[in-house]
């Protein structure tokens, strides 16, 4: 009997130490190229997921577009912030007037191209999204739904004074912060 509750205990323990190092050392890796505009969008990311999910995020940040995107061929970046405009300059495309045109035929060609799924637009001419790499969106399905709610919330007027705030601050985790937590997301 004893043998019996001791293989019992063993298993138990075993299977919560196989299902506790699933969680453990998961990191979402959110990359950006080096402007205050997408470090602040990067920043509410960051602050959305970590807030809501538990899971750690490192925002990296990269000197340019294809120092990027090579990180993201790579896989050491699951969820980058993009723009319509440079996004056609990834594509080899030039750049259009913005809209949801260019918003769809962006989407479209980055899913075909270089599999990677834009989720919902966040205001502008200058359309920026969340695009997630697609083994994170099966890793992560939840993720796109808790990060389009950046795009019914922050309008262009609400980013551009955001925007001047981090600028003149350099504080752009707190006003990240503070504008999350105001509109009750965090």
Known sequence: MKKVVLLCVAVSILTIAHLSSACVGKTIHLGISNASNERLLAEMASLLISERTGSSVTVDVYKDSKELYNAVKKGNVNVLIENTGN?????????GAGGSSTF????SEYRKTLNLVWLEPIGGSQQYASVLTVDTLSNYPALPKLLN????????????????????????K?????FLKGKKLI
């Open 87 to 95: 996004a056609l300059e990834v594509l080899g495309k030039q750049k």
């Open 104 to 107: 769809d035929f962006v989407k």
């Open 149 to 172: 709610k950046l795009s019914g919330v922050l309008t262009n007027d609400t980013y551009t004074k955001l925007l001047r705030t981090v600028e003149s601050s350099d504080k752009t």
């Open 174 to 178: 707190k006003v990240a912060k503070d």
